[in-house]
Every structure is written in structure tokens, then in C-alpha cells.
């Protein structure tokens, strides 16, 4: 029978342990990429420093997740507050965090911008190919002949183009000598945890890093647990796993 | 932040030969399964006690659990822990 346990769970000291269970559904992405990102942030030390700011969608959820000065923004316009944020406040490190909806979609004009002129400051983009917090339909990353709400017989590249890739076109267009793009998967929490410090790192050396984490959501996809992570395998195919630009993020 | 937070939740005593015990908290289990998708070992099965949505929660076959750790690190809640001894 279930008893009250002496031993606490292992929480990462960045994330916000009086709120309890997470506001995600069963088997959300968020919860493991927002682990890793407090895990990331424990094991730098800079906590104190850090601002997060959270977009409108699935991602909203984290705005007490993590145990760090937080702010919520519009949708898409993430990325302008939080530069804002660090070049009022030099000392600052943000990490804007965002959707595939918020990052690719009505907020591109400012993840272009801000690749361009490679703004001091991090952005998460959490790729998980729908719009999650309206029930799943088809979102810009959606893979050719996905299933969803708005797409009830697959995805037809013909009539709704090819799904935008995040971390190429970022890394067409952003400085190559400051600036950390790299795509990762909630597969793999390790490698997606050390994709995150070595983000960071690039931004405490003043540099522009950014990091596609390929998720899931079992809800809207409608599978199970097995299945979920067969189609997260086949994401992986589809969209490359790999560093695209390195920036300075040797420490 | 000054008071202990109280997890209720079951332990499983002496997994991977008696080096460690595997611990579940229900307050945070959601029954997602993505821990039991992930064992190497594959030998986690669905629990008679419930977790927070009152969906099954987890528990390992003691014997062949070899702690290894990868159902707490890919949990979305921190729902397991496994404390080496």
C-alpha cells in the first residue's frame, strides 16, 4: 500500500518542487526536455542568473515548472522579451522556450531576426509535429502523411508544402562564429542534457544558441507508449539528430 | 520552502541483487508506461496501487531489475527514484 516515503524524489535543484506534479499529460516531452534543462542549469550553477520566459501553447504549462525568475509572454514573442531582458541586464542568461507553433510559425519573424543579428540568448524549440494544446492539428513541422485533426488523411506536401525544418534554416542564416545549433531528441535524456549545457555555455560566452528537441505527445497522436516511441523514431529520420554549428560552446 | 514536502508513494526493496530499492511516488506517476517502453530488462509491469490520475502505477520484478536507472532518468515527473546502497 501506498505510505508517505522519507526519501524525496529527485528533483533537480532548479526545479520548483512546491507545486507537485506537473501540469502535462501523461508521457508530455515537456516534462523530460524542462528535467534536462534544470539539470543543465543545476550543473552550470546559474540559477540566479537565469530568466526563462515560457510562449502560449503546451509550453504556457512551464510557468511554475521551473524554480527560476520567469515570464510569460505573448504568443510567438518569446524570443523578442527575453532579448530584451539580457540586453537590459548584461549580466542575465535567457532561455526563451517555445513550441513548434510558437517558434516556427506566427513567431518566426523574430527567431529570423534574432538568428541574424545572433542575440545574446538561448532558445528551446519543442518540435512535437501538431498543435498540442488545441487538440493536435497540423502544425508547420508536421511530417508528410501525418495524421492529424486538420489533416484527417495525411499530410499532402502537394498542398501544404514541406514541414519546416527549425535548426537548418537557423543555422543558414545565424553568425557560424558565435552561435550553437544543434537538434536533439527526448530519447536520448543524456545527450539532450549535455546539448543544453553546452547551449548555455555558449551564452555565458556571449554567444546565440539554438536547440530543436524532437518530443512527443501521446494524447494527440493517440498511441501508446510503445508506439510513441516508434514514431519519435522515425521523427529521428526525418528530421537529422545532430550538431549544425558549434559557436563557443567548449568551455 | 522551509517545510519538507511529504511524497506518499510504495517502495520495492533489494532490486538488482540487493544493491538497490526502487521507489514510486504516486503523488507524481501518471501512468504514461513510458518506463516500462524504456526498461532494458523490460521487466516493469503495471502496479495494483494507482498514481495521481488514478491510473495504474509501476513496480519492477525484483529479481530482474538490474537498476540501471533509465525509467527514472526518462520519467516526465521524477516519479521513480533508485537509491544505490
Known amino acids: 500500500m501506498a505510505e508517505v516515503l522519507t526519501l524525496p524524489p529527485n528533483l533537480p535543484k532548479s526545479q520548483n518542487a512546491e507545486v507537485g506534479a506537473s501540469k502535462f499529460c501523461p508521457g ?26 515560457c510562449d502560449i501553447g503546451c ?40 513550441g513548434d507553433g510558437g517558434g516556427l510559425a506566427i513567431g518566426s519573424q523574430h527567431l529570423v ?9 538561448m532558445i528551446v524549440l519543442v518540435n512535437n509535429t501538431n ?11 508536421t511530417m508528410p502523411g501525418q495524421k492529424t485533426e486538420t489533416t484527417p488523411y495525411g499530410r499532402d506536401c502537394e498542398v501544404t508544402g514541406r514541414p519546416a525544418k527549425g535548426a537548418e534554416m537557423v543555422a543558414a542564416i545565424a553568425n ?53 516511441l516508434e514514431r519519435l523514431k522515425t521523427m529521428e529520420e526525418f528530421f537529422e539528430v545532430k550538431e549544425f554549428l558549434q559557436g563557443k560552446s567548449e568551455q | 520552502m522551509t517545510e519538507t514536502l511529504e511524497y506518499k508513494g510504495y517502495k520495492v526493496e533489494n532490486v538488482a541483487g540487493g544493491k538497490a530499492d526502487f521507489y514510486v511516488y504516486t503523488d507524481l506517476c501518471k ?13 516493469l509491469k503495471w502496479s495494483k496501487e494507482v498514481g495521481l490520475f488514478q491510473t495504474p502505477a509501476v513496480e519492477p520484478d525484483a529479481a530482474a531489475c538490474i537498476g540501471c536507472g533509465a525509467c527514472a532518468m526518462t520519467c516526465p515527473d521524477s516519479a521513480i527514484r533508485i537509491e544505490r546502497k
Open chain 1, 28 to 53: 508530455c516531452g515537456h516534462g523530460i526536455t524542462l528535467k534536462a534543462l534544470a539539470n543543465a542549469v543545476d550543473e552550470l550553477d546559474i540559477k540566479q542568473k537565469t530568466v526563462f520566459g
Open chain 1, 176 to 228: 557560424p562564429e558565435k552561435s550553437f545549433v544543434a537538434r536533439s531528441s527526448v530519447s536520448n535524456v543524456r545527450k539532450l542534457q549535455s546539448t543544453f549545457k553546452k547551449g548555455l555555455i555558449n551564452v555565458q560566452n556571449g554567444g546565440f544558441s539554438f536547440i530543436e528537441v524532437l518530443s512527443i505527445c501521446p494524447l494527440n497522436w493517440r498511441t501508446n507508449n510503445v508506439d510513441t
Open chain 1, 113 to 121: 531576426n534574432a538568428a541574424v543579428r545572433s542575440e545574446r540568448m
Open chain 2, 31 to 43: 501512468g504514461c508506461g513510458l518506463c516500462i517502453a524504456k526498461c532494458p530488462k523490460q521487466c
Open chain 1, 59 to 98: 509550453s504556457l504549462l512551464s510557468w511554475n515548472y521551473l524554480d527560476l525568475d520567469t515570464v510569460q509572454t505573448h504568443h510567438g514573442r518569446t524570443t523578442p522579451v527575453i532579448y530584451g531582458v539580457t540586453r537590459a541586464n548584461p549580466e542575465a542568461i535567457g532561455i526563451a522556450y517555445m
Open chain 1, 131 to 141: 498543435y498540442g494544446m488545441t487538440g493536435g492539428q497540423m502544425s508547420p513541422t
